[in-house]
């Protein structure tokens, strides 16, 4: 169950330590997207991500890669697969296969990376960016490129929305639903 007056996938514990832990530190928010997009670190972005804790991973896995739970409250249940719902509505059946590989290449980079925050020298299999030329079919490339243009949309998004959520240094729960509701009535 959510906590009471819970407008967002996190509780408010979780957005009291998204707020010590990310708001103001942007210097802390570039360097996880330079992991999750395999962008070079710099020696001072490694240093940087000696922040990131199991638990920073944990939450920011609930809005990137969550799993469906009832503890989310009304309109906030995510599910990766969503994100096929335009392409059930125009293709049959046999044309989805390669949208579900794109879709599993999606999900194990994505766990991939997550790990690599964890442990920047973890293995790195599924490699950003795709190189076209390098796959051996057109299935392959078709496959490697919905992957590799959804990713880079997807995790851009989903840190700005974390971003955005941790709000401002020292802001509480209560204030950010009130800048939250506030911001979307305009």
């Known amino acids: 169950m959510p906590d009471e007056d819970q407008i967002t996938i996190f509780s408010n514990k979780e957005l009291e330590f998204l707020n010590k832990m990310l708001s103001g530190n942007d210097k802390l928010v570039y ?3 330079k992991v999750l997009l395999q962008f070079n670190l ?4 490694k240093e940087t991500l000696k922040q990131v804790t199991p638990e920073l991973i944990r939450v920011m ?4 890669l969550a799993e469906p739970s009832n503890e989310f409250p009304f309109g906030q249940i ?3 697969y969503s994100t096929l ?9 046999e044309d989805m296969e390669k949208e579900f590989d794109a879709k599993e290449l999606e999900i194990a980079y994505i766990e991939q990376q997550l790990a690599v925050l964890a442990d920047l020298d973890a293995q790195q299999p599924i490699k950003q960016p795709i190189k076209l030329s390098e796959m051996p079919t057109m299935s392959d490339r078709y496959i490697g490129i919905t992957a590799y243009t959804f990713l880079f949309w997807y995790l851009d998004q989903m840190l700005y929305t974390i971003k ?3 709000g401002k240094k020292g802001e509480t729960p209560e204030d950010m639903k009130k800048r939250l509701s506030r911001d979307s009535n305009k």
């Open 42 to 45: 710099t020696d001072s972005d």
């Open 164 to 166: 955005i959520l941790s």
């Open 78 to 80: 995510p599910l990766f």
């Open 61 to 64: 896995k609930k809005r990137i």
């Open 85 to 93: 719902s335009e392409a059930f509505k125009s293709k049959i059946a």
């Open 31 to 33: 360097a996880i997207r």
